[in-house]
């Protein structure tokens, strides 16, 4: 490896362990912005089966390898000497961090648009964490509250706003790309995340479909049964992340094994198969610090 890439990788690992003591879970980064990791189901005889969300125990597993344990985060640069880079994960406590890509690439006036949201939907864009990507575009830091799941999308906001929410990360400061350097904006590097205004947040989160009537079994208290119903009212496209962030929230609050077999239950009531339901649960019992 060359001396300049050697350098690369030392920083992105000095910076990605900055990120991890204020909370921020993340993972190692190649030049492409991609997770410097690949798959070690990328040969599976079945691609079409489960996905793994890191139940083998090997790292390879995108922003579901992501971590604040210093000594997990040296073990994956370790397995990837080539990374230049760190991804923040999103949607995760204690944060639950949303990222507003404001993108030049598109030809769009992107923080135009912005402004014209805030306007037209009577909200204010706080002072927060700002950082500067290669090409000219901006990442904006918000938090959102811990019982809103706001998901991933591009353009669907305005043309040139990417949201980037739960199972998506954020290119951290310092990571550097084929394309140059992410830098923090000037005077936001000392900011905390700012709360992401009401009018905005419910832009980003698409509305519940009416929950479907499933049988489940008995859930202990209103918090279990107000998990289980989130889960139940996910449409296609959300159901693994709302089972994710349920199965989190359940394991926080220490119920997470009572509400194992009622959320598999309302997970089977949307569409996803028991294994993949019990799979993503046990993912959501690592990542709390709990054994599924």
């Known amino acids: 490896m060359a001396t300049t890439d050697r350098q690369a990788t030392t920083l992105a690992l000095a910076h990605a362990l900055s990120a991890a003591e204020r909370g921020l879970a993340v993972i190692p980064l190649s030049r492409t912005k991609l997770p410097a990791l690949r798959s070690p189901h990328h040969d599976d005889p079945d691609p079409a089966g489960p996905r793994c969300h890191g139940e083998c ?34 949607g995760l406590p204690p944060y639950h961090l949303i990222g507003v890509d404001l ?20 909200f204010t864009i706080p002072e927060t964490v700002v950082v500067r990507t290669p090409s000219g575009g901006r990442h904006l830091w918000l938090t959102g509250p811990p019982d809103v799941v706001v998901p991933n999308s591009a353009g669907r906001l305005a043309p040139g706003i ?25 005077g936001t590097a000392h900011l905390a995340p700012a709360p992401c205004p009401p009018a905005l947040l419910r832009l980003l989160a698409p509305p519940p479909r009416p929950a479907q009537p499933a049988l489940v079994p008995p859930v202990p208290g209103d918090h279990g049964r107000g998990l289980v119903q989130f889960v139940l009212s996910a449409h296609e496209g959300q159901r693994n992340t709302r089972l994710f962030w349920a199965a989190c929230r359940a394991y926080e609050n220490g119920i997470g094994p009572a509400l194992v077999d009622p959320l598999t239950e309302a997970a089977r009531g949307t ?13 959501a019992a690592r990542m709390t610090g709990h054994r599924p």
């Open 57 to 90: 125990g090997r790292f390879g597993h995108g922003v579901y390898d992501a971590s604040t344990d210093p000594v997990r985060i040296r073990e994956l640069f370790a397995a990837a000497p080539w990374a230049t880079g760190y991804g923040i994960a999103c």
């Open 271 to 283: 569409g996803l198969s028991e294994q993949e339901a019990r799979a993503t649960i046990a993912s």
């Open 162 to 186: 990417d949201i980037r929410g739960a199972g998506g990360y954020l290119v951290g400061p310092g990571s550097r790309t084929g394309h140059g350097v992410y830098t923090t904006a000037p």
């Open 103 to 122: 993108d030049t690439k598109s030809g769009t006036d992107s923080s135009t648009a912005l402004r014209e949201l805030a306007l037209r939907h009577l």
